[in-house]
Nanobody, 114 residues
Framework: QVQLQQSGPGLVKPSQTLSLTCTVSGDSITTSGSTWNWIRQPPGKGLEWMGQILYDGWTYTSPSLKSRTSISRDTSKNLFSLQLRSVTPDDTAMYYC??????WGQGTQVTVSS
């Protein structure tokens, strides 16, 4: 059973960097063909795909967030991470990590506020 456990702060100040980590159990992030995503949902809005890291380490990010987003991984710890730089209140959202579309983390409510 694949489980994704998210960690990271729930409050970030404007202009700072949001950092979240997703620790995976029950599967390896290097499993051939697997994709590991970050998705967010602002209050009152739909889901927004932010980016992904593939089993082979390749990363893809949403064009709208590309300049501010980094996705990385630590294969020794079987986790992957999100960094979103220069946050504004518009980045306030519930953030999720996923394995493909089937397995989701518990979600992290992130509020950007001073």
């Amino acid at each position: 059973q694949v489980q994704l456990q998210q960690s990271g702060p729930g409050l970030v100040k404007p202009s700072q960097t949001l950092s979240l980590t997703c620790t995976v159990s029950g599967d390896s992030i290097t499993t051939s063909g697997s994709t590991w995503n970050w998705i967010r949902q602002p209050p009152g809005k739909g889901l927004e795909w932010m980016g992904q890291i593939l089993y082979d380490g390749w990363t893809y990010t949403s064009p709208s967030l590309k300049s501010r987003t980094s996705i990385s991984r630590d294969t020794s710890k079987n986790l992957f991470s999100l960094q979103l730089r220069s946050v504004t209140p518009d980045d306030t959202a519930m953030y999720y990590c996923t394995r493909g579309t089937r397995n989701w983390g518990q979600g992290t409510q992130v509020t950007v506020s001073s």
